[in-house]
């Protein structure tokens, strides 16, 4: 099979923020580091004085400097020192909202930095807690779905929508009340080196990447209790194109690196590179095209997840009435993946809700529709290992009973939103033109599935399979498929 030269050439850096210009100490503008007085309008004022006058760095030195929310300004870096950190102010009503609700916002602005060694703290715990209190009295209304606050309401740690050359790095991230941070319709973005620990409330998606169009993710760590790396679209008329995503390593309750759920536009030209996942509910990697969009012209190389949900998902659906999503030019190689026996995000915080039981553990899935196929896919040096033991006593599904197995074309996608599937490794379903080499599939304990089964798949070649399990069987069943090869 040949996958496009598609594959973008993504410059070694992307042009990115350099914001010159003097020093001003936070200190200058009564910015107070004792982590009681409100800063808000002081560091308002310090960052519009820096913008007016040519720009520069407002400087933060050690101590906890407490706000609500603040606007980042064209030209003007942040440098968080070691030791300095911005606290996020515990009363709901000192955070804006536009839109979303967040502690810092950047709004069609250009040029702009934080960086340091130093962190921001959004207290979201705490500030969620206070929002809920204030939603139980009637001083606020809230759709309150699950007994918390919508996620648009709680402030995140980020906001920033339509600004060019962003750096973030080096700075540590911590307790959000939503998701940590979103970048939204922004190009020539560059996150590096930065610390992400937010485990505080629910929705704590680590990054959110949406609609952007080059954007770098490299060296960080994610540690969330929602999907730690996302690509989303919103608009439809508008796309993720030219990402990269590398050297990073990621915990999550839910997914590692995710494209999804929103996907209106789509996904164009993304390098998913040498990256590791640890302890993670779901998949270590899901496309997902649901919302009339497209994924196009994807690497995922050097994948490494221990303790994981699930390896890999790919989904079409159709969320949106009449709007089928399109997938197409996925090259997937030298991915490891060990999958958990029991909840991998046991004892975090906030888990990941058990779901779609009763099921044996999932296999990886590519799923389309009847009518749009998941096409021209490449997988080359994929390992992954099972515990197995699958109980033949859940709901199961016959190898001749394959049409029993619910399209779900509007759901939620999740690894395992069809409930049992008829295999332990690998399900293909309504795919074609799949290409497969080196692929070892083991699995610890007896499981009385099958190890790769492939329902309405087309122009499929796996080449060097090696399934190694206790029960000796045939290791591929296909149904209503044509131009399947294993060798």
């Known amino acids: 099979m040949h996958i496009k030269k598609y594959l973008f050439i993504l410059l070694l850096s992307l042009p990115f923020a350099i914001v010159s210009g003097k020093d001003y100490p936070a200190s200058l503008f009564n910015i107070y580091s004792d982590g009681v007085t409100l800063n808000t309008r002081s560091i308002q004022y310090a960052l519009d004085y820096i913008h007016n006058n040519g720009g520069g760095r407002l400087v933060f030195h050690v101590g906890r400097y407490l706000t609500g929310s603040v606007y980042l300004r064209s030209n003007v870096s942040v440098e968080l020192k070691e030791g300095a950190g911005l606290i996020g102010a515990l009363n709901p009503w000192e955070y804006d909202r536009k839109g979303w609700t967040a502690l810092l916002f950047g709004l069609d602005q250009e040029n702009i930095a934080i960086t340091g060694k130093g962190y921001i703290d959004g207290q979201g715990r705490e500030v969620a807690r206070n929002f809920v209190d204030v939603i139980h009295r009637g001083i606020y209304k809230d759709g309150f779905r699950y007994d918390r606050p919508e996620a648009e309401a709680r402030p995140m740690i980020f906001c920033l929508k339509g600004c060019k050359d962003i750096l973030i790095r080096g700075i540590t991230i911590k307790n959000s009340s939503s998701w940590v941070q979103t970048y939204d319709q922004c190009t020539n973005l560059w996150i590096d080196s930065i610390y992400v620990d937010s485990k505080a409330y629910w929705n704590n998606d680590g990054i959110d990447i949406v609609d952007c169009d080059g954007a770098k993710v490299t060296n960080s760590y994610i540690d969330a209790s929602d999907d730690g790396i996302c690509l989303k679209s919103h608009d439809a008329s508008k796309a993720c194109r030219n990402i990269e995503i590398s050297n990073n390593t990621i915990r999550s309750s839910a997914n590692g690196i995710k494209f999804g759920t929103a996907s209106y536009g789509g996904f164009s030209n993304v390098r998913i590179i040498n990256n590791k996942v640890y302890n993670t509910y779901r998949s270590a990697v899901t496309l997902a095209a649901v919302d009339g969009g497209f994924v196009e012209n994807v690497i995922?190389?050097?994948?490494?997840?221990?303790?994981?949900?699930?390896?890999?998902?790919?989904?079409?659906?159709?969320?949106?009435?009449?709007?089928?999503?399109?997938?197409?030019?996925?090259?997937?190689?030298?991915?490891?993946?060990?999958?958990?026996?029991?909840?991998?995000?046991?004892?975090?915080?906030?888990?990941?809700?058990?779901?779609?039981?009763?099921?044996?553990?999932?296999?990886?899935?590519?799923?389309?529709?009847?009518?749009?196929?998941?096409?021209?896919?490449?997988?080359?040096?994929?390992?992954?290992?099972?515990?197995?033991?699958?109980?033949?006593?859940?709901?199961?599904?016959?190898?001749?009973?394959?049409?029993?197995?619910?399209?779900?074309?509007?759901?939620?996608?999740?690894?395992?939103?069809?409930?049992?599937?008829?295999?332990?490794?690998?399900?293909?379903?309504?795919?074609?033109?799949?290409?497969?080499?080196?692929?070892?599939?083991?699995?610890?304990?007896?499981?009385?599935?099958?190890?790769?089964?492939?329902?309405?798949?087309?122009?499929?070649?796996?080449?060097?399979?090696?399934?190694?399990?206790?029960?000796?069987?045939?290791?591929?069943?296909?149904?209503?498929?044509?131009?399947?090869?294993?060798?």
Not at 375 to 389: A, F, L, Q, T
């Open 300 to 487: 995922v190389d050097s994948l490494q997840a221990f303790n994981t949900g699930n390896a890999v998902f790919l989904r079409i659906g159709e969320r949106v009435p009449g709007k089928k999503g399109r997938m197409e030019n996925i090259r997937i190689s030298n991915l490891y993946a060990g999958i958990a026996a029991a909840k991998p995000d046991a004892g975090y915080e906030y888990e990941g809700p058990v779901e779609d039981m009763p099921r044996n553990i999932s296999p990886s899935s590519f799923v389309g529709l009847p009518d749009a196929f998941i096409r021209n896919v490449e997988m080359k040096n994929i390992e992954i290992s099972y515990p197995g033991g699958g109980d033949p006593h859940f709901a199961q599904v016959p190898l001749n009973a394959l049409n029993t197995i619910p399209e779900k074309t509007t759901a939620y996608p999740e690894f395992s939103m069809f409930g049992e599937l008829p295999a332990w490794g690998f399900f293909f379903k309504h795919v074609e033109d799949i290409r497969i080499e080196n692929l070892l599939l083991s699995v610890e304990k007896k499981d009385f599935r099958t190890a790769i089964v492939i329902d309405n798949g087309h122009d499929i070649v796996i080449n060097k399979l090696v399934v190694k399990e206790p029960a000796k069987k045939a290791p591929v069943f296909s149904n209503k498929s044509t131009r399947v090869v294993v060798k």
